[in-house]
């Protein structure tokens, strides 16, 4: 049985847990090749056990963490936008690395940014990261931006970085580091 969770962003967007309900959503809005380009792990055509799988794994609670650490993007009334996560190495546990997507109707209204905001909080207050990262194909303009306006540093151009379906695609790679606070 899933954890329940709601997170707000503000009146308009939540995050939540994945739902068995979400696998026709997810399908429609992740078989596209505009979710495949810029994305590493995003199965293409993306088919229902894809989004069973997928649902099964994103609720499961991790073990250091004790919570879930992937959460579907919703609009108020539950309609599921997209989503985002941390992706973490084992036994690393003082960083981790955050991916996120949405489906492309809800592109280019300052959603992205904002859940990345919220989930930044999540993971410097209640992960007690030092350290977030992202890797952001260069052609990737878009998410680019959304770690900047998101206070991540540009750290540098990683060449053939990723293979990905036999092509070797070269890379940003963001960080931010918690601010820390003086008392
Ligand atoms: C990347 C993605 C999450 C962005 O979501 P979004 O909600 O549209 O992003 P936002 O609206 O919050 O911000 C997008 C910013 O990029 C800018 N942008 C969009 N397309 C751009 C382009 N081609 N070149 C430069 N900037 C661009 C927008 O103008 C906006 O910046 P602004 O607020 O300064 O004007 C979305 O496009 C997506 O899901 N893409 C596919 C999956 C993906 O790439 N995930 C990230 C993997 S690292």
Request: neutral net charge.
């Amino acid at each position: 049985m899933a954890t329940k969770t709601t997170i707000s962003i503000n009146d308009e967007y939540c995050l939540t847990e994945y739902r068995e309900t979400d696998v026709r959503q997810l399908v429609d809005l992740l078989d596209t090749p505009e979710l495949y380009k810029t994305t590493f792990s995003i199965p293409s055509p993306y088919k229902e056990s894809d989004a069973k799988y997928w649902i099964q794994f994103a609720t499961r609670q991790h073990p250091h963490f004790k919570t879930l650490t992937n959460w579907a993007i919703r609009d108020k009334n539950g309609k599921l936008l997209g989503g985002i996560g941390f992706i973490l190495t084992e036994g690393v546990t003082h960083r981790g690395e955050v991916g996120y997507w949405l489906g492309t109707p809800f592109w280019g209204r300052g959603i992205a940014t904002q859940v990345v905001a919220k989930v930044c909080e999540i993971g410097f207050e209640q992960f007690d990261f030092d350290k977030i990262t992202a890797h952001v194909f260069s052609f990737n303009p878009a998410s680019c931006r959304v770690l900047e306006k998101n206070g991540f540093e540009n750290e540098g151009f990683v060449k053939k970085h990723f293979c990905k379906n036999g092509q070797l695609i070269d890379a940003y790679i963001f960080g931010r580091l918690r601010v820390e606070t003086t008392s």
